[in-house]
Nanobody
Framework: QVQLVESGGGSVQPGGSLRLSCTAS????????VGWYRQVPGKQRVQIAR???????NYADSVKGRATISKDNAMNSWYLEMRDLKAEDTAVYYC??????????WGQGTQVTVSS
């Protein structure tokens, strides 16, 4: 069983930056994919970054050019760095691991608030 633990959320001023971390306990299959989603109240959870096997990376248009996803296989961890943060980036951020068996695993969520 895989469990994901996130860290790094908090309050940031507009134009600032942050780094979210996700660490997995259990075995991460190298053929799986890792990613980050976010959700605001009353709206669906949306994918903002995904790193597939083979290191293919996709970003949502809303964060493209401001976000970087990376992975540390030795640490069983992946990260999301975001810069030039805007008020509309305020959300609960979730890390995700998709296993090749088709099972999605989720972190507990971490709040990011962008406000002056």
């Amino acid at each position: 069983q895989v469990q994901l633990v996130e860290s790094g959320g908090g309050s940031v001023q507009p134009g600032g930056s942050l780094r979210l971390s996700c660490t997995a306990s259990g075995t991460i299959n190298k053929w799986g994919a890792v990613g980050w989603y976010r959700q605001v109240p009353g709206k669906q959870r949306v994918q903002i970054a995904r790193l597939n096997s083979g290191n293919y990376i996709n970003y949502a248009d809303s964060v493209k050019g401001r976000a970087t996803i990376s992975k540390d296989n030795a640490m069983n961890s992946w990260y999301l760095e975001m810069r030039d943060l805007k008020a509309e980036d305020t959300a609960v951020y979730y890390c995700n691991y998709w296993s090749p068996s088709g099972v999605d695993y989720w972190g507990q969520g971490t709040q990011v608030t962008v406000s002056s």
